[in-house]
């Protein structure tokens, strides 16, 4: 489909959003077609998720804490100000292992608004 060895794919219905390794870890979204290829970030992104209209992703430019930005690359947004292994999100729970506080298991409440 295109040039990037993926790391952390999640596919919301026609689109596919991404790490790519042979960008420092950007974020990018692409078509499932393998078209409209864009950036979505700047951040050296791991443990990428997508769901509803927002990306969930560990910044490692900022310590391993968890950032979100929407799909279309706006609104970014610091999650927590812990270091973080992200663990996964569940009915509107962040849960992620907290390495700051000896890889304790916590959660975060965090709603997002669904795209129609």
């Avoid at 979204?29 to 290829?37: D, L, Y």
């Amino acid at each position: 489909m295109n040039e990037d060895s993926s790391k952390f794919i999640n596919v919301i219905g026609d689109w596919i959003y991404y790490s790519s390794g042979y960008d420092d870890y950007k974020l990018f979204a692409m078509k499932t077609n393998g078209s409209g290829r864009k950036k979505l970030n700047n951040d050296m992104s791991l443990s990428v998720t997508a769901i509803g209209d927002r990306i969930y992703y560990e910044n490692m430019d900022d310590g391993m804490k968890i950032y979100s930005i929407k799909i279309d690359g706006s609104e970014r947004k610091k999650i927590n100000d812990d270091s973080s292994a992200f663990i996964n999100i569940i009915d509107g729970w962040i849960y992620y292992r907290n390495d700051s506080d000896g890889n304790k298991l916590y959660s975060i409440k965090y709603r997002w608004q669904r795209t129609k």
